[in-house]
């Protein structure tokens, strides 16, 4: 065991990393190429391998002696020879098996005999193949583009995309040079690279793929910038109808286009323009589960030169497919983190692409271009009335009764005063809870209920500074981008997956104008559940790298003690 | 049998022969043990020394590499040296008897009497590096990259993997059903927490009650665990021994896989001379430097039983195999050997305590400090750094395990050295907070037939200081110690209290006593293939009539120098020979020859032996035959002189 290296590598690929050694940055850059970070709490940071982290590993150009020697080098311990050649054996197999154009059409081609009579015998993929192979190569037929990759990848062999894409529709389209405020619009470093990155070398398999940019770096800009440069059609697929029209409302603001150009497509409108924004969700809608998705035909309805996955990791298994159908079509996928909570990580490997760029949440953050976060947590008791009740209602309830405390109103009321005249989100799960709070602090209201053009008012009022505390229901959960928003105040609502407590801080992480830090306060009644799902968020937030607090509500004297927040 | 208990069970006579030889006499007399100064290698090494040239260092090899520590009879050894050797039976007997007169050979007699030796188990590791060294160096150098290992599982050291099933056993001893046989369903829970399988022990064949029900990796668990003492087999009942326990915990991990390496040797590798040679070599070996498979071929043709069984070591974690140009190589991870000292391990800040409750836990790690957070936390991954994590229920756990608050964060702040972090002290605190407001207890109860009753018991002032708690009108809680006391009193006030209560609470504590005294052959779950301890040991060391039935009655002179004899007179002699199976000096036409008779053949009135000439002596030279010299013939007309030759006596004749 030697003391002084940074690594400890286990036998499953996961790595731990320690962030007080010397070394920790140089190692640190190393593993987010070969690895997923998955979580960072205190000094030990883990990191895991899978096959995936490894494929996109070799397609950005690493070899696995090259990798294993840099892991020798700075582990503790020997590497588990399991490992050693499962990293062998997954960064040979990147590049094992290209797809090419060819006269004769797409063209399959193996590295080796014996590999293309492996292919031969699974029928799904031989099924993909036009005529017997000849030795190692073999015409596919071109519509099983995508499909052939995705099940050579689940069976752990991915695909090295050489076949090309075909240009698209073209549209006159670019960044335009100041804003509507008069700012110059100009690309930050990082959403450059990430736009050269994503574009690559495309006589090899570049031209498609993912990247990954924490919450509150941009991403709409690397999307907008990604469109500028190709100057075709695109279509843009995000989670919701609300980042819909942000989306909408930046490429009118920072491009060339015009609301001619710029079309929504939700469950609201249906409007296919050259550049059309549409939601998952209507896509995925059907009417009945036995009949086929009707919106998925949006996929071939234009010429799309590009489409753009926003919140990749969202994607759900329809549009997977319906990607696979259009593998000669530009693809951009928009994340913050690759790991998928239904672990489709190799559908979206072999169907957007591989990870082309990726800058982490913490790099972003010490740069300055996302805010700094702190996260603290104020417990407040139960009234004893509600306490009683609370104790006696069966488990179903209890949590609904924990969530609408009557006495956090006292403590909303706090730290509205504490954080007077910044911009302040409250997010709530439970309507009469947020419409009572919204009567006693005489504070707007949104709700999932409220007409989505008077939704997108409130934000824009928010947004500019006429309204500095909004109340908002679940719906400001995801990809609503509300850029001047320094303090959340959450008063109920359960722990929700990763991904959207990553998308919860990701509300306050932009850069504020006031140049200050954003600040995330999560209220929770003491002595219930509700302590317990919140110290699953501090878990989270603490394995993000965020330092968390707890501070407590005194209602006898209406003070918080362990107070160590400055505001 | 281990070399202390052969020892033990010398008696007093063969003691003191033992103890008279030189190189022994002075470390005796200055008070060391007896089974000490047989068990150094500083003695082995002068007894090998002065025995260079002897019969007995010849024949010790031959037992060694034979039998290892497999108990023999005289005549399976005797058989075997004569046919792969020049020995002749008398020889060997001679030469096992010094043996046993040095402490080095041991001996029992069943039960009918038949004599059985063996070399002590643990005195293989004696030996072997004296009379059998392993022959060829470490590989050397060795390019990483060109090794091609068998992919395997990442495997624990067998120290931790039986480590996590003891504390299984530990939370929930095991039980017999009342069919007398051990649950399917515990069966699966402990064999959930190991890795080793059914597979890789099968080349051990143990043999163990519940075969069918109990999986070997299972058994070997509990083998290790009751010949360890760690666990305790009392009644129905397989749980934790608390004194057992701490005293393996207080080992190092490196000390705790040399005994468990040692004991797999001794019992399990020892049935199997080849094995058992190869499980001491390695002992011999240097850690993390390849060697090829076959330096531990000692016994040559045994390569299938040297691979299974480094297989198996594998399996246990302590050795990696690999390919290089197409041979078999293997390096030991850990040193067994007993020369290394017990390391002490590296205190400074040995665990590392995360915000978010998860505790990573380097290998270096002791066991006690894994043994204490496989108590209070849950485990998360058991790899080459152990993660646990600490959750609401683990410390739930902890708090019934008897951790207080303070005591698992003083634990835990002295395993890493510093505060913890707010977060992981504030969880333990939510946590705790709620834990032990409310217990079950079992108190002794006074109980009255009515409040008059109690009130009267109250007013006497003796009895009132005992009662510790009044419950309702009429009952009492007393302290248990107090129970003779209050006794006596009730009676002495007039409230004769019946006994049925106490009794039946005395029932309930079964004190399970530790197991001390039992030796090793009889701890454990599996059987013992060669214990031996179950048999008398041999009270004596053969006298020179023994040796040589008959001894007394011949005339000494043939003995003394070859005579020419009357034919008769001959041919018994060479009978004698043979019934002693000793050599005999032939003089043949001026010149002399040893000769090993087998067999006299009479045909009439004309005899003539057959057996093999070991020497021939010419006027010039000596010509030394091989030891499968060719059987002959030799008529009694031919041998004009002869004698019997008997191996030196002197040594034993002072028993």
Known sequence: MNRSKPLWVQSDGTVLLDERHPEYEETRDFLRVIAELHKRPGEWHTYRLTPVTLWNAAASGWQSEQVLKRLADHSRNALPHRLEEEIRTQMRRYGQIRLTPSPLGLTLIAESSELMTQLCNWETVSSAFAYPPAETNVVIHEASRGRIKRELAAKGYPVKDEAGFHAGEALEISLRETSDTGAPIVLRDYQVEAVKALLGDETLDGGSGVIVLPCGAGKTWVGMAAIAKLKCETLILTPNGVSVSQWITELLRNTTLTDGEVGEYTGHKKNVKPITVATYQVLTHRSSKSEEYPHLALFVNRDWGLIIYDEVHLLPAPVFRMTAEIQATRRLGLTATLVREDGCEKDAFALIGPKRYEIPWKAMEDKGWIAQAACTEVRVALDPETAILYAAAPKRSRHRIAGENPRKTEVVRSLLERHHGMQTLIIGQYLDQLREMSNELSLPLITGEMPHRNRKQLFDRFNEGQIDVLLVSKVANFAVDLPNASVAIQISGSYGSRQEEAQRLGRIMRPKQSGGGATFYSVVSEGTDEVEFARNRERFLLEQGYPYLVDRWDSSTNTYTNQKVVP | MNLLLSVQRLPDSIRRLIAS?????????????????????????????????????????????????????????????????????????????????????????????????????????????????????????????????????????????????????????????????????????????????????????????????????????????????????????????????????????????????????????????????????ILTLNVMEWYRDDILNITSGRFEAINDWLELLQSMGWLERGLLHGNSIFRIKQPFSLAVENQPSDKQGTLFVQPDGEILVPPETGLKERWVLSEIAELVTADAVFVYRLTRSSCIEACNAGYSKQSLIDFLEQGTCSPLPESVARMIEDWYAALGKARFSEVLLLRTDNATTAEKLKNDPELAEKLLEQVGDRDFIIEASSYKHVHARLRTIGFPPLEDQRDR???????????????????????????????????????????????????ATWLLKPRTYHLSTRKELLQQAINWKASVQVEQKGSTGLFVPNELRVEGAKWSVIGQWRQKFSDDNIITLNSHAENVEVSADEMEGVMIVLPSLEEIETN
Request: glycine residues 4%.
């Open chain 2, 505 to 555: 609470m005395g029932d309930q504590v079964e004190i399970v006593p530790d197991s001390e005294v039992e030796d090793a052959d009889h701890l454990g779950w599996i059987y013992k293939r060669n214990a031996i301890s179950m048999f008398e040991a041999d009270r004596s060391l053969p006298m020179a009539e023994e040796l040589f039935p008959g001894l007394s009655d011949i005339p």
């Open chain 2, 21 to 281: 030889d030189p190189a022994v006499k002075l470390r005796h007399d200055q008070g060391e043990p007896l089974e000490a100064i047989l068990g150094s290698r500083k003695w082995a090494e002068t007894w090998s020394r002065h025995h260079s040239e002897s019969q007995e260092l010849r024949v010790l090899r031959a037992i060694l590499m034979n039998f290892a520590s497999v108990p023999f009879e005289v005549e399976a050894l005797s058989k075997l040296m004569e046919r792969t050797s020049a020995f002749t039976g008398a020889e060997i007997r001679v030469a096992v008897t010094k043996l046993r007169r040095s402490g080095i050979v041991y001996a029992v007699r069943k039960a009918w009497g038949d004599q059985l030796l063996y070399l002590p188990n643990d005195s293989i590791t004696l030996w072997q590096p004296l009379l059998l060294p392993v022959t060829g160096n470490s590989i050397g150098e060795v390019n990483e990259r060109e090794v091609s290992y068998s992919a395997r599982e990442f495997r624990l050291p067998l120290s931790l993997e039986l480590l996590s099933v003891w504390h299984e056993i530990a939370i929930n001893p095991i039980a017999w059903t009342t069919k007398g046989t051990i649950h399917r369903t515990e069966v699966t829970r402990l064999i959930r927490k190991m890795l080793l399988s059914e597979r890789e022990l099968s080349c051990l064949s143990l043999a163990y009650p519940q075969q069918d029900r109990i999986p070997p990796q299972l058994a070997l668990a509990l083998d290790l665990g009751l010949h360890s003492r760690v666990l305790n087999k009392a009644g129905n009942e397989i749980r934790i021994s608390a004194k057992g326990l701490s005293n393996w915990l207080a080992l190092s991990l490196l000390e705790a896989d040399r005994r468990l390496y040692a004991h797999l040797s001794d019992c399990y590798g020892a049935i199997n001379p080849a094995i058992h040679l190869a499980t001491v070599s």
